[in-house]
Structure formats: structure tokens, C-alpha cells
């Protein structure tokens, strides 16, 4: 099966941190692109951060410069998502995509079950 799965999320409290994982199954993440995308409830799905596979290459959503860090390891064939001072309006459940390029609108493949993520206190 050719499948990206997420993983890491959970319940943490504003101002604390989690990691966030995206694990290929089936096939290598050597080239095209990763991108983290969150949906809350009511609101549209977002594009969150992006890496160029070929490059390391990285893009950022406004909302989270400074405070998320995407990252690869290609021995682990994982793209990591770093979140630290997680805010409420951070919760989402955290979906990842495979992509030809960051810019592009057509993600390879189909969603997956995403990774919950809730700040609250």
C-alpha cells in the first residue's frame, strides 16, 4: 500500500509543544514535496508548511512562522512538523500530503485519518 500516515498529536495546554509525524509506507520520500495541512471544525482545510524533498526547501503559513519548524529525516523515510507555542487556535486535527511542488492544488493519493491536535486549558 503507497500511504502517508500522522501521527503525534494529542491534548497539551497553551504555550507547550508537540511533534508531529508523516511516515511513507510503501514508497520513499526522495523527491516531490510534503505538505501539513489542518482543518478545525466549521472552518476550510489550510495549508500549514511545506518542504521540497529535493532541496530541503520550506515554506510557512503567517499563523505559525516563528513558532513551527517542518524537517525531514529520510532514513526514518519521515517529515516532521515541530510545534511549539501551541495556541487554541491551533486546534485541528493535522493532515500531510504528498505534492509534485509546494505550489501546487493536486495532492497525490487521498486524506488520511490526520492526527488530532487540541490546545486548551
Known amino acids: 500500500q503507497l500511504q502517508l500516515v500522522e501521527s503525534g498529536g494529542g491534548l497539551v495546554q497553551p504555550g507547550e509543544s508537540l511533534r508531529l509525524s508523516c511516515t511513507a509506507s510503501?514508497?520513499?520520500?526522495?523527491?516531490?514535496?510534503i505538505h501539513w495541512f489542518r482543518q478545525a471544525p466549521g472552518k476550510d482545510r489550510e495549508g500549514v508548511s511545506c518542504i521540497h524533498l529535493s532541496d530541503g526547501s520550506t515554506t510557512y503559513a503567517d499563523s505559525v512562522k516563528g513558532r513551527f519548524t517542518i524537517s525531514r529525516d529520510n532514513a526514518k523515510n519521515t517529515v516532521y512538523l515541530q510545534m511549539n507555542s501551541l495556541k487554541p487556535e491551533d486546534t485541528a486535527v493535522y493532515y500531510c500530503?504528498?505534492?509534485?511542488?509546494?505550489?501546487?492544488?493536486?495532492?497525490?493519493?487521498?486524506w488520511g485519518q490526520g492526527t488530532q491536535v487540541t490546545v486548551s486549558s
Open positions: 500530503a504528498q505534492k509534485r511542488e509546494c505550489i501546487a492544488t493536486v495532492i497525490f493519493g487521498s
Open positions: 510503501g514508497f520513499t520520500l526522495n523527491k516531490y514535496a
